[in-house]
C-alpha cells in the first residue's frame, strides 16, 4: 500500500514538473503575442504536428536533431485589418522556441512573414545578460531567412563576452524560422 502511494505521488510531482517545463505550451499567450506584434486584431492558433518528412528537412538544414517539444508546435498567426472596413488577413506567423544559453533556458518568442522572412524575435524568460536581450543585438535577425548562418562571426555579431548566449539566441531563433517555414510551405 505505501508503495502504490509513494508511486502515485511521484507520478503527480513528475505530472507538475512537465507542466512547469512547458508552461507556454498549456496557456494562452495573449500578453506575450502582443508584445510580439503589437498591431494585431486578434491571433489564431495553429496546433500541428511535425511530420517526419518535415522533420528531415529542418533537421538536415539546421545539422541536429530537433528537441521533442518542437514536434507538435503551436503556431499563433497575427490577425490584421489595413483599414477598420477591410478584410482581416494573416500577417506572420509566430513560434516560441526554447533555446538553452549560458543562464540557461531562454523562451524566445519568433515572427516570421508571409515571404518567409523573420520579422524580430523576443525575448521572455531568461537569465542571460543585458546585452544580448537589447534591440541592438536583437535587431540583426530583422529579415533573415532560413538559408542565413545565424552564426556568431560570421552574420551575427555578438555583444563582447556574450559569444556563447549570442549563438544560442541565433540557434533557437533559425529553428523557429525554419520550423514555421516548413509547417507552412506551399504544396
Same mark, same amino acid.
Given at each position: 500500500?505505501?508503495?502504490?502511494?509513494?508511486?502515485?505521488?511521484?507520478?503527480?510531482?513528475?505530472?507538475?514538473?512537465?507542466? @512547469?517545463?512547458? $508552461?507556454?505550451?498549456?496557456?494562452? %499567450?495573449? #500578453?506575450? +503575442? =502582443?508584445?510580439?506584434?503589437?498591431? !494585431?486584431?486578434?491571433?489564431?492558433?495553429?496546433?500541428?504536428?511535425?511530420?517526419?518528412?518535415?522533420?528531415?528537412? @529542418?533537421?538536415? $538544414?539546421?545539422?541536429?536533431?530537433? %528537441?521533442? #517539444?518542437? +514536434? =507538435?508546435?503551436?503556431?499563433?498567426? !497575427?490577425?490584421?485589418?489595413?483599414?477598420?472596413?477591410?478584410?482581416?488577413?494573416?500577417?506572420?506567423?509566430?513560434?516560441?522556441?526554447? $533555446?538553452?544559453?549560458?543562464?540557461?533556458?531562454? #523562451?524566445?518568442?519568433?515572427?516570421?512573414?508571409?515571404?518567409?522572412?523573420?520579422?524580430?524575435?523576443?525575448?521572455?524568460?531568461?537569465?542571460?545578460?543585458?546585452?544580448?536581450?537589447?534591440?541592438?543585438?536583437?535587431?540583426?535577425?530583422?529579415?533573415?531567412?532560413?538559408?542565413?548562418?545565424?552564426?556568431?562571426?560570421?552574420?551575427?555579431?555578438?555583444?563582447?563576452?556574450?559569444?556563447?548566449?549570442?549563438?544560442?539566441?541565433?540557434?533557437?531563433?533559425?529553428?523557429?524560422?525554419?520550423?514555421?517555414?516548413?509547417?507552412?510551405?506551399?504544396?
Amino acid at each position: 500500500m505505501k508503495k502504490i502511494a509513494l508511486i502515485n505521488m511521484l507520478s503527480i510531482v513528475l505530472l507538475c514538473l512537465v507542466s @512547469v517545463s512547458f $508552461a507556454h505550451d498549456l496557456v494562452w %499567450p495573449g #500578453e506575450k +503575442l =502582443k508584445a510580439m506584434f503589437p498591431t !494585431a486584431e486578434s491571433f489564431e492558433q495553429k496546433n500541428l504536428y511535425v511530420s517526419d518528412e518535415q522533420r528531415a528537412t @529542418v533537421e538536415k $538544414a539546421l545539422g541536429y536533431r530537433l %528537441p521533442e #517539444e518542437d +514536434l =507538435k508546435p503551436s503556431i499563433y498567426l !497575427a490577425i490584421v485589418r489595413n483599414t477598420p472596413d477591410s478584410k482581416p488577413r494573416k500577417a506572420a506567423a509566430i513560434m516560441f522556441i526554447d $533555446a538553452h544559453g549560458e543562464g540557461g533556458k531562454i #523562451e524566445m518568442g519568433v515572427v516570421v512573414n508571409g515571404k518567409g522572412e523573420l520579422m524580430r524575435i523576443h525575448i521572455f524568460e531568461n537569465n542571460e545578460p543585458e546585452k544580448v536581450k537589447q534591440q541592438p543585438f536583437l535587431g540583426q535577425f530583422e529579415n533573415k531567412k532560413g538559408s542565413s548562418p545565424f552564426t556568431v562571426g560570421k552574420d551575427i555579431a555578438a555583444p563582447k563576452g556574450n559569444e556563447k548566449s549570442a549563438q544560442a539566441i541565433a540557434s533557437g531563433a533559425r529553428r523557429g524560422l525554419l520550423l514555421i517555414n516548413e509547417m507552412f510551405k506551399k504544396k
